[in-house]
């Protein structure tokens, strides 16, 4: 039943807006965390690979 | 400007010998044509009023994925044998190839088109004989326009080890302007509307769409093949 | 830096939040729902200036031809490109009160759907190719044939008769909205670009740092 004001469907609009939003900023969290440490590792590799010269 | 004219004559007679020779090309594209009329008049009743609303739609839709597969092949066919290294160092521009090859797919692609014309015009029983140089016009820019920006992304992913999949990706999505103008004005050239004031807008589009990504290929096929 | 641009942000999306739900009034034929806008015009706003901006990093790196304009262009258009989802969303979520139908296939919509799916052609044609100067120099191009059908898309409710209602805004003579209504889109195209700003910072340091492990991992295997 859609209220005279529409205001569920409004809040979904909003809702999705804000949904997308997050799913972008913690797509983002998430590929820093894996390029951090990654980062860490190949530094730690390379470390290494120099004490063994 | 001569030498740019006569290195793309040069390269478009190679490949369209090269095509007639063998007729691959052809022979795959257009009988793709034919299997996708086919097929579509069992998801659509032939015979119906509706057909000429969606004919143009039809029409379009088996001439990009007919042209797919000639596209495709224009400059990955040039990598064996590196052939394609020899076309770049020629001492001719890169976008005289470039001109010369798109010429040739668009020469392909209206034999092949004008195939599958009257082989639709026969099986789905269309009269558009008043409006025939019409829907020749619209054939011929809406051609144009999808065979310039094939062979150019043709160029760009023939490095590419997804290469089949990155054309079509890339293609389809940049041609829906094109197609979306070559389709309305067909589907109503097809019902009998003539061009005029409720269509040209689409006309406009169309031709609009060919300048402007003719000149843009033209420019950066360069930065494209070369680097 | 960046916290300066979230406190921008955050105040600005605070104080247009309160307007765009208390002190406006409902529209008169669409009730609360037209509040959507609020999101979905500057949402495109942020979206089209993105792509452009990320043409002008890609032109910046083919005349240049240094590669943090292409790390630069790859984050600008990733974030523009979820912009552009949001609008897309919100579009469709509009159109199924106020139309009765979750999308049309006329003018503005499908090619702005084009417009979508280009630039995720982009995204999906950097993942393809592992060299990074190939990488920027095909990606930038596709970049600069993407643009031509943001024009097509601006232009397309001038052009022809579109399910999507024509122009509305003052700028673009359209009827115009009611009294104080049509600043928040600008307020909130505001908060959205500092928001959109903060991730493209956030994601350009991501590219450069992919690109370090890059080269950290080819020293590593050197020796």
New interface residues.
Partial sequence: MIDARNFTYMFYGFAAAFVILVVYVVSLALREHKLRSEIDRVRRMVEQSEKKI | MNTFLRASATVAAKDLRSELRTKEAFNASFSFSLVILVLFSFAFDPSSEELHSISGGLLWLVFSFAGALVLNRSFARELQNDCLDALISAPVPVSAVFFGKTIANYLLLMIVEIAALAVFAVLYDTHFATQLWPVVLVMLLGTWGMTVIGTMFSALTVNLRMREMMLPTLVYPLLIPALMAAMTLTSDLMSGTPLGPSNMIWLRVLAGFDFIYTILAVVFIDIVLVG | MLFVLAAVCAVLLSVNLYKIFMILP?EAN????Y??VY??VP?IFTGFTGFFIALGASAAY?ITGKLKYDAFAAAVTE?AL?FA??VL??GM??G??IWGIWWAWD?RL??M???W??YA?YL??RR??DEP??RA??S???S???C??IL?VWKSIE??RTQHPAPVLSVRDGGGMGPGMEAPIYWNWLAFMC?AAI?VI??TR?ER??R??DS??R??HA?
């Fill in positions: 409902d669409q009730g609360a729902i509040r959507i999101v979905h949402a083919l974030v979820a989802t949001i969303a919100t979520i509009w199924r009160i003018a499908t090619t759907l084009a417009c799916l280009i052609g999906m044609l393809a190719i100067t190939q120099r095909l930038a191009v596709v600069i044939f993407g031509v059908d097509i052009w022809w928001l991730l956030v994601r991501q740092m992919a370090e492990i950290l991992r020293m590593a020796y």
